[in-house]
């Protein structure tokens, strides 16, 4: 915080930098969302315009807040190929309720 002080002046407080940090992923997300949105659209017309730079920073600084969970019971979805579903450890809710992908010493659960 000193650094970032001294680089730009004191103009802002913490918890105003960290709010604007929150408005920035929030616009991220959404801009991936509806750029998902649009590539998956039916019936031709032109592809949709690339993310901007400042979303493809944010997210690759936290990737993480960018992972759609897969719902195996939406038959819009794209289904995930299984490569892609083993290095995201997607789990369905019947795989995870037998116990599977727990770390070891983990407890399965009774069903």
């Known amino acids: 915080m000193a650094q970032f002080e001294l680089k730009y ?9 960290k709010e604007k940090w ?8 959404k801009e991936v969302s ?3 949105r649009s590539s998956r659209a039916t019936g ?3 592809a ?9 920073a944010v997210e690759g600084l936290c ?8 719902n195996p019971f939406d038959d819009d979805a794209a289904a995930p190929t299984s490569a ?14 037998q116990g599977q992908g ?9 069903v």
């Open 9 to 17: 002046g004191n103009r802002r407080s913490l918890p105003e930098l």
């Open 22 to 29: 929150k408005r920035i992923k929030l616009a991220a997300k």
């Open 34 to 36: 509806e750029h998902n």
């Open 44 to 46: 031709g017309g032109e």
């Open 48 to 56: 949709p315009p690339p993310l901007s730079a400042l979303t493809v």
């Open 63 to 70: 990737p993480r807040d960018f992972v759609q969970i897969a």
């Open 84 to 97: 892609s579903a083993g290095d995201m450890g997607v789990l369905t809710a019947e795989q995870y309720l």
């Open 102 to 110: 727990q770390g070891s010493g983990s407890q399965g659960f009774d």
